[in-house]
C-alpha cells in the first residue's frame, strides 16, 4: 500500500509538472504575440506620423511652388513694361519690388519646412522606429540648405515617386509617396530583419 501511494504521488507531481510546463509555454507564446502586436501597432503609429508628415510638406511645398512660380512669371512681365505708360510701368515696378521679398520669405518657409521635417524624424521618430536613409531626405532636391529649382524659381523634385521604409520589430511598412498627385500608399508585411534600428 506504501508503494501506490508512492506511485500516486510520483505520478500526480509529474502531471503536476506537465501542467505548469504547458502553462508557462502557453504564457510564453502569449507574451511573444503581445510583444510582436505592441511592434506592430509601434511601427503603424510611426508610419502613419510620417506619412502624415510628409504629405504635408509635399502640399505646402506645393502650395509655395504654385506662388513662386506665379511671382517669377510676374518678374518677367514687369521686364516687359518698358512699352507700358508712367503710371502702369509705376506699377509693375511695385510688383517686380514686392515679389522678389516675397519669392525670398517663401524660399525661407520652404526651407524652414523641410529642416524641421528631417530633425523631428531625426530626433523624434529615430527612437521609436528605424527608418530607411532616404527618410533624412526631402522629396525635393537639396544641396547645402539650398533647394536645386528650376526656371520658374520652383523646387525641384528628387523623384516623383518616392519610398519610405518603417521597420520596428518583425514589421516593415512600404510608403510609397506619389509627389505629382500627392498621393501616399502603404502596404505591411512581417520581414526579415533588413537592418538594424537603434
Same mark, same amino acid.
Given at each position: ?11 500526480? $507531481?509529474? +502531471?503536476? @509538472?506537465? $501542467? ?9 507564446? %502569449? +507574451? ?13 503609429? !510611426?508610419?502613419?506620423? *510620417? ?10 511645398? =506645393? =502650395? @509655395?511652388?504654385?506662388? $513662386? ?34 519669392? /525670398? ?6 526651407? $524652414? /519646412?523641410?529642416?524641421?521635417? *528631417? ?8 527612437? /521609436? !522606429? ?20 528650376? =526656371? +520658374?524659381?520652383?523646387?525641384?523634385? %528628387? /523623384?516623383?515617386?518616392? =519610398?519610405?521604409? @518603417? ?7 512600404? @510608403?510609397? *509617396? ?15 530583419? +533588413?537592418?538594424?534600428?537603434?
Amino acid at each position: 500500500m506504501n508503494n501506490q501511494n508512492g506511485q500516486a504521488a510520483f505520478l500526480g $507531481l509529474v +502531471l503536476l @509538472t506537465l $501542467l505548469s510546463l504547458q502553462g508557462s509555454l502557453y504564457l510564453k507564446k %502569449r +507574451l511573444i504575440e503581445i510583444k510582436q502586436q505592441k511592434e506592430k501597432q509601434q511601427a503603424l503609429l !510611426c508610419s502613419k506620423e *510620417v506619412n502624415g508628415m510628409t504629405k504635408s510638406l509635399i502640399q505646402q511645398f =506645393h =502650395h @509655395t511652388n504654385k506662388m $513662386l512660380k506665379w511671382i517669377t512669371i510676374g518678374k518677367y512681365i514687369s521686364y516687359a513694361s518698358l512699352i507700358l505708360p508712367p503710371p502702369l510701368k509705376l506699377l509693375m515696378s511695385i510688383i517686380r519690388k514686392n515679389g522678389k521679398h516675397a519669392a /525670398k520669405y517663401l524660399k525661407k518657409f520652404q526651407r $524652414l /519646412k523641410a529642416f524641421s521635417y *528631417v530633425n523631428y524624424i531625426r530626433f523624434n521618430l529615430r527612437r /521609436k !522606429c528605424s527608418f530607411s536613409f532616404n527618410i533624412s531626405k526631402t522629396p525635393y532636391k537639396y544641396r547645402k540648405n539650398r533647394f536645386k529649382r528650376d =526656371h +520658374l524659381n520652383q523646387a525641384k523634385l %528628387r /523623384k516623383k515617386k518616392w =519610398h519610405i521604409y @518603417t521597420q520596428k520589430g518583425n514589421y516593415q511598412i512600404k @510608403t510609397q *509617396v506619389n509627389v505629382r498627385t500627392r498621393k501616399i500608399h502603404s502596404t505591411l508585411k512581417k520581414a526579415r530583419v +533588413l537592418w538594424r534600428g537603434r
